[in-house]
């Protein structure tokens, strides 16, 4: 396990989601202030709130976009380059994981009150949540972040 994915799991640990914990361990390393990138990661926890993509998939795919992302309108190539790497991060994802969703992960719809209790209940959160963070900050490492 790299520094990025032990950091991670620190945040996690913490308190923070999985959106943060992922970019929260990477973000410095490209420039940008920890506590700014905390904030920055927390709308997309849970799914973006709805249990939909999996918030250690999106902190991951903001750390690319920190690395390879557009920031000039007319550079068409980096935009491009930055698709791909993120296409090529979700599909080694979903080859170790079957999926991105959130919901679909844990079994359950965490966006509800029913679904997050369940999940406290099961201990997912401390058992699958850690283990895709795991997966996502060690593809991304393993990938050269």
């Known amino acids: 396990m790299g520094n990025k994915t032990e950091l991670a799991l620190e945040l996690y640990d913490a308190g923070f989601s999985c959106s943060q914990s ?4 990477f973000c410095e390393s490209y420039g940008l202030e920890r506590k700014t990138g905390l904030r920055l990661s927390n709308g997309l926890a849970g799914g973006v709130q709805q249990a939909d993509i999996c918030g250690a998939v999106s902190g991951a795919a ?4 920190l690395k390879h992302g557009q920031f000039e309108a007319a550079d068409k190539n980096s935009r491009q380059h930055c698709n791909k790497m993120v296409r090529e991060f979700l ?6 994981h079957g999926c ?9 719809d965490a966006s509800t009150q029913e679904g997050r209790a ?14 895709l963070i795991t997966s996502a900050a060690g593809i991304l490492e393993e990938s050269g972040y």
Do not use: H, I, N, Y
């Not at 992922?22 to 361990?25: E, I, K, N, R, T």
């Not at 599909?91 to 170790?96: I, V």
């Not at 991105?100 to 844990?106: D, K, W």
């Open 118 to 131: 369940e999940g406290l209940k099961r201990d997912l959160f401390k058992t699958v949540c850690r283990g």
């Open 91 to 96: 599909a080694e994802f979903k080859k170790r």
């Open 100 to 108: 991105t969703g959130c919901r679909e992960l844990l079994g359950l």
């Open 62 to 65: 903001l750390v690319v976009g």
């Open 22 to 25: 992922v970019f929260g361990a």
